[in-house]
T-cell receptor, first 111, second 114 residues
């Protein structure tokens, strides 16, 4: 059973702080890693994807991947109340394949 | 441009009835996925269509579930003899050929089986 595990939540941070969301996966053959954001009652939307070890930055978001440790994380800098949502980690073995999702972690940014 | 659309947005049915859920992918997207999200759970993969290839049905939870994709575009997910545990949000996603791994999700169909 290929699994994707996320920290149990919820996670609460004050506005302006860094939010750190973590994810581990069991399938060493995984090649593609995604973070989706899902607002309550809405469908998931892609925030970041990362394929290579290291960091990938996009605005206030940084994805970090460590394939040796089977670990992927998402850092949100200068957190805003509008970042309050559930964040889903997803993993894929590669091209033309399904995504395996974690259960998600709910982030709450306090004004 | 238009995104992935799904219909109906909400469906309430009685246990034992059949339901059909529809997905219109983004125009030109060759890959189409169905997922299910139960309350407080992550997304569970159901089935995946890629072009004319045989679909990956490995996520379908039982033989009551089936899906088809006509003309390489619209897809219908059918649940026969619905059970209360089928209540969930059913999400469709599409992906563009050569567009990397990014899947774009539709708004979902909220199914409630009474």
């Amino acid at each position: 059973q290929k699994e994707v595990e996320q920290n149990s939540g919820p996670l609460s941070v004050p506005e302006g702080a860094i939010a750190s969301l973590n994810c581990t996966y069991s399938d060493r053959g995984s090649q593609s890693f995604f973070w989706y954001r899902q607002y309550s009652g809405k469908s998931p939307e892609l925030i970041m994807f990362i394929y290579s070890n290291g960091d990938k930055e996009d605005g206030r978001f940084t994805a970090q991947l460590n394939k040796a440790s089977q670990y992927v994380s998402l850092l949100i800098r200068d957190s805003q109340p509008s970042d309050s949502a559930t964040y889903l980690c997803a993993v894929s073995p590669g091209a033309n394949s399904k995504l395996t999702f974690g259960k998600g972690i709910t982030l709450s940014v306090r004004p | 441009g238009a995104g992935v659309s799904q219909s109906p947005s909400n469906k309430v049915t009685e246990k034992g009835k059949d339901v059909e859920l529809r997905c219109d992918p983004i125009s030109g997207h060759t890959a189409l996925y169905w997922y299910r999200q139960s309350l407080g759970q992550g997304l569970e993969f159901l089935i995946y269509f890629q072009g004319n290839s045989a679909p990956d049905k490995s996520g379908l939870p039982s033989d009551r579930f089936s899906a088809e994709r006509t003309g390489g575009s619209v897809s219908t997910l059918t649940i026969q003899r619905t059970q209360q545990e089928d209540s969930a949000v059913y999400l469709c996603a599409s992906r563009q050929r050569g567009g990397g791994e990014t899947q774009y999700f539709g708004p979902g169909t909220r199914l409630l089986v009474l």
